[in-house]
T-cell receptor, first 115, second 115 residues
């Protein structure tokens, strides 16, 4: 079963604009990760944010995490045509043993950046 | 290129045939994961290994599926008596277990089509 839900399911913007994608999840987590997937390809890891962190930056990416609302957002600034891909959030659910070992993915947001 | 390789990249087979996929993780990684992804969905966890030990299997992994990781290096995923519902992308990932929650690096996937 899939825990995370990304919103929106699809997003189309112009090059240079910012893109914001949201992710909601259901259970307590150790960390949350964002991945990118180009059509028919494998997943590329973008960023990991731990449950005790609230915000993280990497290049043009900014991720926030609100554990009280069980939600995260991914902001891509100054988007480029090459950013066109599907973006997935993946949670690492916490367990009584202190850490689960599998990632639970949402269905993804399909981002299209028009040149 | 994440350093995780999978072979073959594409496999077309007839219903009832057996298929085997191979995954070569990043060499120093002690954890190896298998996920399955169907069209329009996020990846779903199948199983994972720490070194050569298979530590968890999803309910998705029916009796027709078997995974091995001899000597804790590469892994194979075999599907016996394939069914049309097995058509999916099979993704392998690896990580270095250091603490709670580690980045998983994904391979390019093997796309299976069962006719």
């Amino acid at each position: 079963s899939q825990q995370g839900e990304e919103d929106p399911q699809a997003l189309s913007i112009q090059e240079g604009e910012n893109a914001t994608m949201n992710c909601s999840y259901k259970t307590s987590i150790n960390n949350l990760q964002w991945y990118r997937q180009n059509s028919g390809r494998g997943l590329v890891h973008l960023i990991l944010i731990r449950s005790n962190e609230r915000e993280k930056h990497s290049g043009r990416l900014r991720v926030t995490l609100d554990t009280s609302k069980k939600s995260s957002s991914l902001l891509i600034t100054a988007s480029r045509a090459a950013d066109t891909a599907s973006y997935f959030c993946a949670t690492d659910p916490s367990t009584s043993q202190g850490g689960s070992e599998k990632l639970v993915f949402g269905k993804g947001t399909k981002l299209t950046v028009n040149p | 290129d994440t350093g995780v390789s999978q072979d073959p990249r594409h496999k077309i087979t007839k219903r009832g045939q057996n298929v085997t996929f191979r995954c070569d993780p990043i060499s120093e990684h002690n954890r190896l994961y298998w996920y399955r992804q169907t069209l329009g969905q996020g990846p779903e966890f199948l199983t994972y290994f720490q070194n050569e030990a298979q530590l968890e299997k999803s309910r998705l992994l029916s009796d027709r599926f078997s995974a091995e990781r001899p000597k804790g290096s590469f892994s194979t995923l075999e599907i016996q008596r394939t069914e049309q519902g097995d058509s999916a992308m099979y993704l392998c990932a690896s990580s270095l277990k250091r603490g709670k929650g580690d980045t998983q690096y994904f391979g390019p996937g093997t796309r299976l089509t069962v006719l």
